[in-house]
Nanobody, 127 residues
Framework: QLQLVESGGGLVQPGGSLRLSCTAS????????IGWFRQAPGKEREGVSC????????HYADSVRGRFTISRDSAKNTVYLQMNNLKPDDAGIYYC????????????????????WGQGTQVTVSS
């Protein structure tokens, strides 16, 4: 079973940057579509960005497009979410999630398709 581990969260001032990492042991993340989701207190979990297993197509929520970048490092078996120009609204717990292994050419799947997720990493944006 795929086990995902997120890291890289923390406290940052508005306008600052963080890079989140999603790793897995025993499984090749290149074979999986990976999505980053976030959940703020009192709000529903929302999709932030994703990268497909086939073609590595990417997708971004309108609220983060131009500020966040998702990428793969196959050698490190890691998917990153580079977050720049962070805003207070970006705060929350960030989860990396994956649907079952399948060569998706697009990654903007309903969250119900994502069966695996990690424990999350906290992002706080505050001055």
């Amino acid at each position: 079973q795929l086990q995902l581990v997120e890291s890289g969260g923390g406290l940052v001032q508005p306008g600052g940057s963080l890079r989140l990492s999603c790793t897995a042991s025993g499984e090749n993340l290149d074979d999986y579509t990976i999505g980053w989701f976030r959940q703020a207190p009192g709000k529903e979990r929302e999709g932030v960005s994703c990268v497909s297993s086939a073609r590595s197509a990417t997708h971004y929520a309108d609220s983060v497009r131009g500020r966040f970048t998702i990428s793969r490092d196959s050698a490190k078996n890691t998917v990153y979410l580079q977050m720049n120009n962070l805003k207070p609204d970006d705060a929350g717990i960030y989860y990396c999630e994956a649907p079952p292994e399948y060569p998706y050419t697009l990654c903007s799947l309903p969250e119900s398709k994502y069966d695996y997720w990690g424990q999350g990493t906290q992002v706080t944006v505050s001055s």
